[in-house]
């Protein structure tokens, strides 16, 4: 195996080696584990190793499955696995140990994957970068100075740097999409209910967060749908259909004519970077030559009322984070046990209001049925991914003067008086001015994908997102799938840390 690049395979790919017997998942599983230990001490993508029981596991593998022998990471939340950490990101979590498999790890097993370990996130996966203090900052291979993006950001950058094929990753607010588009791979968030997230949860976030994948290919996230998606019982919502093969529909690409709208303003009325309006610019015109029709439309949706609801969740699902810490810290949480920011989060959770939470839950329902009224007239939906190229890692960070205010108001119990003053709506327009497209798909519950279309003057990925109507990822299966057969498509061998070869072992 030394002399085989094992970096440069897909899942399938390797899948395939293995079921042909030229290699075995023992020597997959030793191949990854040399590049983790080559390449994460610079990137900080891995935080758990769990090199033992994936030695073990591949022992036992007969290369008789799906995905058999194929080393994948899982992420540090909610994608638990019985006995090993899942600690959120947060040093307030770092005794925990899970008391079972989830059905996401459940379902995985399943293929014949091999888990390599677990990768970072931001605390409780809130951020679109991914620098929690108990961890420090993941960073992204194609520039360690700047992001992988967030919630994902272990994930992707474990993806990109080839370390493995695929990654667990979920997605709340754009937390797969995100880093996908910073890191130049793949990523599509799944309709509402598709895959699992039980046992310990029927929804999470309310049903705005799915479970998926971080993939270099097409085919590796279409065929691991196939594998995972399905009824679960005591799960709080089911799909759309789908009793066809989303592998066979990134294969066959798009036959017919679609009509894609397409819009590069911020829904909330901030600023878009150029390299990421040229991203959109550039699909729009290559899109158009291919006799799709191509069209600039704003969807009927308020972006003020999205970004809101998409915040008062937030606030809720952070302080109900915060009291659940009670058990595992055998007391209260406290200002100390979390970050700051997100202790302001669960102060501003605290403080709203159960008519504040089901007015928002009917902003989202009625942003569905609009967008599904959209969908009646355009076959997808077309964005930037992100309105910003990558940041450079700490430049997100709190100051120092915004550490000390937070500390105030929490300590004299001001936050209502901050709230009344006007903060929230700025607050609003900061935490999502970087990121203002994505929350969309999560609150209507519409599947939609980032695809790597564009590399900065800088030489960094940013995607493009689509949306379709509920249930419709195979259409965005055969988008994908054709489009990464073009020149377009941003070829994960460029970033430095791909190209970086193992010593002969």
């Given at each position: 195996m030394s002399n085989l690049p094992y970096w440069q395979y897909d899942g399938i790919g390797l899948a395939e080696l293995v079921q042909k017997k030229e290699i075995t998942p023992e020597e997959i599983v030793s191949a990854a584990?040399?590049?983790?230990?080559?390449?994460?001490?610079?990137?900080?993508?891995?935080i758990h190793k769990m090199y033992e029981k994936a030695r073990a596991a591949a022992k036992e593998e007969a290369g008789e499955k799906p995905f058999s022998g194929v080393p994948v990471l899982l992420k540090d939340i909610s994608q638990e696995i019985k006995g090993e950490p899942t600690t959120s990101g947060s040093k307030a979590l770092q005794g925990y140990r899970a008391k079972t498999d989830s059905e996401y790890v459940n379902r995985l097993k399943a293929t014949g994957v091999i888990f390599l370990g677990i990768t970072n996130v931001p605390e409780f996966a809130l951020m679109g970068i991914t620098e929690p203090q108990f961890y420090g900052p993941t960073r992204n291979p194609w520039n360690t100075d700047y992001t992988p993006g967030g919630s994902s950001g272990g994930a992707a950058a474990a993806v990109a740097s080839g370390i493995v094929p695929i990654a667990g990753a979920n997605d709340g607010g754009g937390s797969i999409r995100i880093p996908a588009a910073y890191c130049g791979l793949f990523g599509l968030k799944p309709s509402r209910g598709r895959t699992p997230v039980g046992p310990r949860f029927g929804r999470l976030w309310q049903g705005a967060s799915v479970e998926?994948?971080?993939?270099?290919?097409?085919r590796d996230s279409a065929y691991m749908l196939d594998l995972i998606k399905g009824y679960e019982a005591g799960a709080a919502f089911?799909?759309?259909?789908?009793?066809?093969?989303?592998?066979?529909?990134?294969?066959?690409?798009?036959?017919?004519?679609?009509?894609?709208?397409?819009?590069?303003?911020?829904?909330?009325?901030?600023?878009?970077?150029?390299?990421?309006?040229?991203?959109?610019?550039?699909?729009?015109?290559?899109?158009?030559?291919?006799?799709?029709?191509?069209?600039?439309?704003?969807?009927?949706?308020?972006?003020?009322k999205i970004g809101q609801s998409?915040?008062?969740?937030?606030f809720g699902e952070v302080a109900a984070e915060i009291a659940s810490l009670e058990p595992v810290l055998g007391r209260k949480a406290r200002l100390g046990d979390v970050e700051m920011a997100t202790w302001m989060l669960g102060l501003l959770g605290r403080v709203t209001s159960s008519e504040e939470w089901v007015l928002s839950l009917r902003d989202w329902d009625s942003a569905a049925f609009s967008m599904e009224a959209f969908f009646r007239d355009y076959d997808l939906y077309m964005t930037p991914t992100t309105a910003d190229p990558p940041s450079k890692i700490g430049q997100l960070d709190m100051t120092a003067g915004e550490e000390k205010l937070m500390k105030w108001v929490s300590r004299l119990n001001l936050i209502n008086i901050l709230k009344k003053s006007g903060f929230v709506d700025d607050l609003i327009k900061r935490s999502l001015k970087r990121t203002p497209f994505t929350q969309l798909a999560n609150l209507t519950g519409q599947p939609a994908m980032s695809v790597p279309l564009h590399l900065t003057s800088q030489g960094l990925p940013v995607g493009v997102q689509f949306i379709?109507?509920?249930?419709?990822?195979?259409?965005?299966?055969?988008?994908?799938?054709?489009?990464?057969?073009?020149?377009?498509?941003i070829k994960i061998e460029e970033n430095p840390l791909f190209q970086y070869p193992l010593p002969d072992r």
């Open positions: 584990i040399a590049r983790l230990e080559q390449l994460n001490p610079e990137m900080n993508a891995v998926h994948v971080l993939t270099r290919s097409v089911t799909p759309p259909p789908f009793d066809d093969n989303y592998l066979e529909c990134a294969a066959q690409g798009i036959e017919d004519k679609l009509k894609i709208a397409f819009s590069t303003k911020s829904p909330i009325g901030t600023e878009v970077h150029p390299e990421c309006v040229e991203a959109v610019s550039k699909a729009a015109r290559y899109l158009s030559s291919l006799g799709h029709l191509v069209e600039e439309k704003e969807p009927p949706v308020d972006g003020d998409y915040m008062t969740l937030y379709a109507a509920k249930g419709r990822e195979d259409l965005l299966y055969r988008l994908a799938g054709q489009l990464e057969h073009t020149e377009h498509w």
